[in-house]
């Protein structure tokens, strides 16, 4: 399975992107995608997640300004990033977790900045 992230760049304060991840290979059944970030020194942390039948969840430092939606029948993810702020940049990582195999793959990461 691999992960191709895409989407990342540079916007002003207040701007929005929209980030893709497309996985490919054998992905078979119950699979939860996620968005995480990370900045140079700091710990990766998780910004938005949804299950395979739909459910989301967010981290409160982007909750009401973010959306994660996926597409099954593409095996893509997306990230809405609206209202964008300079702590918002980061290198955004997507994830997909195979739960019923007991396996996790990462995207390579896009890099977005958000200049004030």
């Known amino acids: 399975v691999q992960l191709q992230a895409s989407g990342g760049g540079l916007v002003q304060a207040g701007g929005s992107l929209r980030l893709s991840c497309a996985a490919s290979?054998?992905?078979?059944?119950?699979?939860?995608m996620g968005w995480y970030r990370q900045v140079p020194g700091e710990q990766r942390e998780l910004v938005a997640s949804?299950?395979?039948?739909?459910?989301?969840s967010y981290s409160n430092s982007v909750k009401g300004r973010f959306t994660v939606s996926r597409d099954n029948s593409k095996n893509t993810q997306y990230l809405q990033m609206n209202s964008l702020k300079p702590e918002d940049t980061a290198r955004y990582y997507c994830k997909l977790d195979l739960p019923l195999l007991k396996r996790t793959y990462w995207g390579q990461g896009t890099l977005v900045t958000v200049s004030s």
């Open positions: 949804i299950t395979s039948g739909g459910i989301t």
């Open positions: 290979g054998s992905i078979f059944g119950i699979n939860d």
